[in-house]
């Protein structure tokens, strides 16, 4: 059991900004971060080493918050298709490519309904020496832009990840 989670990732903060097409909106892919997803994540990085998936599986981004009790809530970066029906699709990432959808994301404060994160960022699959390995980051714009997580508070969160099973790499931009 984690002591003090104010220090170890951070004191609760509330997003800086909820756009207009993320009000009341949660991601289709919404998930609780355990055991048996972290296994699923690490079989996905297993059978994307081929050839012909590594460039797809380098195309999803995946979000990732921590909330208030330490649970960690992780759903793939969805776009918000507004056409009179609320609805939401997976999107690739751009890697610098601006995409007319990408200005209408599903970001972080939906997997929280708004609510208040310690940290937060991405993960991702990336290459490393010719092979995918995941790659989290604290890069959220809307709870870490204003007050960054600290180099330990970054750790401490992939740490807990890594402990749940997961290898994983950091970037800290």
């Known amino acids: 059991m ?4 104010d220090t170890e990732f951070g004191e609760l903060r509330g ?10 909106r949660t991601p289709n892919s919404l998930c609780t971060l355990d055991a048996e997803l972290l296994a699923t994540l690490s079989s996905l990085r297993d059978c994307a080493q081929s050839s012909l998936l590594k460039s797809a599986a380098q195309t999803q981004n995946y979000l990732w918050v921590m909330d208030a009790s330490g649970s960690i809530k992780i759903a793939i970066e969805e776009i918000a298709v507004l056409d009179g029906k609320p609805d939401t699709r997976g999107f690739p990432r ?20 708004g609510g208040k994160a310690r940290i937060a960022g991405e993960l991702a699959l990336d290459l490393n020496d010719d092979k995918l ?4 980051n604290a890069n959220s714009g809307r709870y870490c832009k ?10 401490a969160a992939a740490n807990l990840i890594q402990g749940m ?5 950091i970037d800290y931009l």
């Not at 751009?94 to 309904?113: I, M, N, Q, V």
Request: overall charge positive; glycine content about 6%; aromatic content about 6%.
């Open 15 to 24: 997003p800086e900004r909820i756009m207009k097409w993320e009000e009341d």
């Open 94 to 113: 751009r890697r610098g490519y601006k995409h007319p959808s990408e200005d209408k994301k599903l970001g972080h404060p939906t997997l929280l309904a």
């Open 133 to 136: 390995l995941w790659v989290l």
């Open 165 to 169: 099973g997961l290898a994983i790499k």
């Open 2 to 5: 984690i002591e003090n989670l």
């Open 146 to 155: 204003q007050k960054p997580p600290s180099k330990s508070q970054v750790d």
